[in-house]
């Protein structure tokens, strides 16, 4: 199982940035999907998931309202689109999928995200 981070970058605050997650040799739509972050010098944390039932989504709170979660089945990609960004939004951004009830088994190389003030 592959997953394939992408669309991070440098943007100013206020902006706006989508990342893609693309899973293969996994069918994603049968898991949850995830996105984590980590900032430098900071523990990684969760972001946002979308269930693989009914395709509910949960967000952190520092993001609600701001980030959306959404899943393209048939691509097998996830999408985390972020707008109005803030400067502590800068950080590495990972995806990961199949919760083991304990820790998301598979996780992506991560991308970076920038936002400057």
């Known amino acids: 199982v592959q997953l394939q981070a992408s669309g991070g970058g440098l943007v100013q605050a206020g902006g706006s940035l989508r990342l893609s997650c693309e899973v293969s040799?996994?069918?994603?739509?049968?898991?949850?999907m995830a996105w984590f972050r980590q900032a430098p010098g900071k523990e990684r944390e969760f972001v946002a998931a979308?269930?693989?039932?009914?395709?509910?989504?949960l967000y952190a709170d520092s993001v609600k309202g701001r980030f959306t979660i959404s899943r393209d089945k048939a691509k097998n990609t996830v999408y985390l689109q972020m707008d109005s960004l803030k400067p502590e939004d800068t950080a590495v951004y990972y995806c990961?999928?199949?919760?083991?009830?304990?820790?998301?088994?598979?996780w992506g190389q991560g991308t970076q995200v920038t936002v400057s003030s």
């Open positions: 990961a999928t199949e919760w083991t009830g304990s820790a998301y088994k598979y």
């Open positions: 040799g996994h069918t994603s739509s049968t898991y949850d």
């Open positions: 979308v269930r693989y039932s009914g395709g509910s989504t």
